[in-house]
C-alpha cells in the first residue's frame, strides 16, 4: 500500500510538473529561464484601442476610443502638434515616438531597479566594471531626490520615488491616446448607463459588439478645420484619390466659408472670376457710353474724310494747270 501510494503522488507530481511545462510553452509570457525568475519580463507596449467608422452623415475621419483608462494630450498641446507638427491625419510618426519612449524609459527603469538591489548586496564593488558603467548610467537619477524625503528606518526611500516615477511615466505612456485632427476635448464620453441617447443607432449597435463599458467619440468635422485652413496636401489627396469624401465636405459644409478644395483649383477660380469681372466691366462700361459722344465722333471721321477728298482734288486741279 506504501508504494502504491508513493508511487500515485509521484505520478500526480509529474502530471503537475507536466501540466506546468506545457502552460509555460502555450503562455509566452511565462518564467523560462531562472533570470527571468529575479527579473521578470515586464508588459510591453500596447497600442491604443481604437476602432474607426464612417458614415453618411458624420464624415469619414471618425473613431471610437475603447481604451481603458484612456490618457489625452491638453488641447494646446494637441493643437500645437497638429499646426506647426503638420501631424493631421497620420499619426504613425507619433505611435513610433511613443513606443520608442516607452522602450527606452522601460529598459532605462530595469536598469534601475538592478542598481538599487545592488545597494543591498555588499559584495558587489560599485566602482568596478561593469558596474562603474551602470553606476554612471543611473545613479544620477537615482539620488536626484536624496535629501529631499525624510530617511525612515534609516533607508533613503528617494530611489523608490525615483523608480515609481518612472512606473507612472511608463504607464502614461501606454495609456496615452493621439486624437489627430480631433482636439482631445471633442470627444463624446458614452458608458452603458447613457449609451441609449446617443442619436446613432447603427453606432450603438456597433459599440455594443465591441463590449467595452466606456467609449470616446470623436466625429463630425474637427474644430481646427474651422480655425486653420485644412492642409493643401490633404485637399489634394481628396480631390485626386478620395473624391467622396471631398463631395461629403461639400455637401455638409460647403456653406462655412471653408476651403475644401486644393489651392491651385482655389487660385484658378479666382483668376477666372477676375477675368470675368475685367471683361463684364468692360462691356458695361462701353455701353454707358453718351449717344451724342459717339454721334461727334461719327461727325469727326465724316469731317475728316471730307476734308482727304477736298485735298485730293486740289492736287488734281494743281497738277492739271501745271501741265
Known amino acids: 500500500m506504501l508504494m502504491i501510494l508513493i508511487e500515485s503522488e509521484a505520478l500526480t507530481a509529474a502530471q503537475q510538473l507536466l501540466s506546468l511545462s506545457r502552460s509555460s510553452h ?8 531562472y533570470l527571468e525568475i529575479f527579473f521578470p519580463k515586464s508588459s510591453g507596449f500596447n497600442s491604443p484601442s481604437l476602432s474607426f467608422y464612417k458614415d453618411n452623415l458624420e464624415g469619414y475621419y471618425n473613431f471610437i476610443v475603447t481604451q481603458k ?6 488641447n494646446w498641446v494637441s493643437e500645437i502638434i497638429q499646426i506647426f507638427g503638420n501631424q493631421h491625419i497620420n499619426t504613425t510618426n507619433l505611435r513610433t515616438l511613443q513606443e520608442w519612449a516607452f522602450g527606452f524609459l522601460n529598459k532605462f527603469r530595469i536598469l534601475c531597479e538592478i542598481r538599487a538591489a ?3 548586496w555588499l559584495m558587489f564593488n560599485p566602482y568596478q566594471e561593469p558596474f562603474n558603467t551602470l553606476r554612471v548610467l543611473t545613479e544620477w537619477y537615482l539620488t536626484a531626490f536624496t535629501g529631499t524625503f525624510p530617511i525612515i528606518l534609516g533607508i533613503d526611500i528617494g530611489p523608490s520615488i525615483s523608480i515609481s516615477l518612472l512606473g507612472i ?12 485632427p480631433y ?25 455594443d459588439k465591441l463590449g467595452v463599458e466606456e467609449v470616446r467619440i470623436f466625429r463630425y468635422l474637427p474644430s481646427l478645420w474651422y480655425k486653420y485652413p485644412i492642409p493643401d496636401n490633404l485637399r489634394e489627396y481628396w480631390y485626386n484619390k478620395k473624391p467622396e469624401i ?16 486644393p489651392d491651385r483649383i482655389l487660385q484658378t477660380e479666382y483668376e477666372n472670376q477676375i477675368n470675368h469681372e475685367i471683361i463684364t466691366t468692360n462691356i458695361n462700361n462701353f455701353t454707358n457710353i453718351p449717344t451724342h459722344f ?30
Open 169 to 180: 511615466i511608463l504607464d502614461g505612456l501606454n495609456r496615452l491616446v493621439f486624437t489627430m
Open 246 to 261: 471631398l463631395q461629403y465636405f461639400l455637401k455638409n459644409y460647403g456653406n462655412l466659408g471653408i476651403d475644401f478644395l
Open 118 to 120: 545592488m545597494w543591498w
Open 294 to 323: 459717339i454721334c461727334h465722333a461719327n461727325e469727326l471721321l465724316n469731317n475728316n474724310v471730307l476734308i482727304n477728298k477736298i485735298f485730293k482734288l486740289s492736287q488734281m486741279y494743281e497738277i492739271t494747270l501745271n501741265n
Open 69 to 74: 483608462n484612456p490618457l489625452f494630450l491638453p
Open 183 to 207: 482636439l482631445p476635448s471633442e470627444g463624446e464620453k458614452f458608458n452603458i448607463t447613457n449609451l441609449s441617447t446617443l442619436d446613432n443607432p447603427a453606432l450603438v449597435n456597433l459599440i
Open 26 to 33: 502555450d503562455n509566452p509570457e511565462s518564467v523560462k529561464t
